[in-house]
C-alpha cells in the first residue's frame, strides 16, 4: 500500500514566524504534491514537483515556497506566516501520470 | 477554463436509499477522472480511477460511471458509515495536474 505521511496532524503558529510542513512517502513515486483546502473552495493546488530538485508553481503560490531535496520527501514553507494561511494542508505522490495519494492533512492555524 | 463542478453540495439519505451524485466536467483532452472519499479531518483516500466514456468501476456499494461529459457515482443500499465527502478529479491535458470539484457531503441516517 501507498504511504503518505505528513509531518504534523495539527499546528499553531503565530503570524510572521516561518512554518515547515513536511511530507514523506514511501513508494518511490516522482511527483509530489501541495495543496490547500478550505470550505467551499476545494483542493487547490500550491506546488508540485516531478523530480529532485525540481518545482513548478500551482494555482496559488504566492506567500509558499517549497523544497525536495530527495525524491521521497517535499517540505512546504511558509516564509512568513499570515492569518489568510490558516488551512488544512494537504500533501499528495504519484506515479508518473497516473493516481494521486494523499496522506493524513495537516491543520495549521496562525494566530 | 477547466472546470469540475459536483451536485448536489449536500446529500442527505436514510440507510438503504439509493442514490447517484454528479460530477461534470469541461475540460479539453480528459485523460482520467479520479474519486475520492474524505472523512472529516482527514486526507481523501483513493476510490476509482475513470479514462474512457462508458467504462464502470465498482467497489462494494459503490459504483462508478463515466460519460463524454460527467460522471456518477451510484451508492446502492448505503450505510451510516458511507457517511463522508466524495471528491471528484480530473486530469486533463499534458500536465500531472488534477482539477477538483468541492465534493458532495453525504449523510446517511441510520
Known amino acids: 500500500d501507498v504511504k503518505v505521511t505528513q509531518s504534523s496532524r495539527y499546528l499553531v503558529k503565530r503570524t510572521g514566524e516561518k512554518v515547515f510542513l513536511e511530507c514523506v512517502q514511501d513508494?518511490?513515486?516522482?511527483?509530489m504534491f501541495w495543496y490547500r483546502q478550505d470550505p467551499g473552495l476545494g483542493l487547490r493546488l500550491i506546488y508540485f514537483?516531478?523530480?529532485?530538485?525540481?518545482?513548478e508553481k500551482g494555482d496559488i503560490p504566492e506567500g509558499y515556497s517549497v523544497s525536495r531535496e530527495k525524491k521521497e520527501r517535499f517540505s512546504l514553507i511558509l516564509e512568513s506566516a499570515s492569518t489568510n494561511q490558516t488551512s488544512m494542508y494537504l500533501c499528495?505522490?504519484?506515479?508518473?501520470?497516473?493516481?494521486?495519494?494523499f496522506g493524513p492533512g495537516t491543520r495549521l492555524t496562525v494566530l | 477554463e477547466d472546470q469540475v463542478t459536483q451536485s448536489p453540495e449536500a446529500l442527505r439519505l436514510q440507510e438503504g436509499e439509493s442514490s447517484s451524485l454528479n460530477c461534470s466536467y469541461t475540460?479539453?483532452?480528459?485523460?482520467?477522472l479520479f474519486w475520492y472519499r474524505q472523512d472529516p479531518g482527514k486526507g481523501p483516500e483513493f476510490l476509482f480511477t475513470?479514462?474512457?466514456a462508458g467504462e464502470e468501476k465498482e467497489k462494494e456499494r459503490l459504483k462508478a460511471t463515466l460519460t463524454k461529459k460527467e460522471s456518477f457515482l451510484h451508492i446502492t443500499a448505503p450505510k451510516p458509515e458511507d457517511s463522508a465527502t466524495y471528491l471528484c478529479?480530473?486530469?486533463?491535458?499534458?500536465?500531472?495536474?488534477?482539477?477538483f470539484g468541492t465534493g458532495t457531503s453525504l449523510t446517511v441516517i441510520p
Open positions: 499528495a505522490s504519484s506515479l508518473g501520470t497516473f493516481t494521486q495519494y
Open positions: 513508494m518511490d513515486h516522482e511527483n
Open positions: 514537483s516531478y523530480d529532485v530538485k525540481m518545482k
Open positions: 475540460v479539453s483532452g480528459l485523460r482520467g
Open positions: 475513470l479514462y474512457s
Open positions: 478529479a480530473v486530469q486533463a491535458g499534458g500536465g500531472n495536474q488534477f482539477y
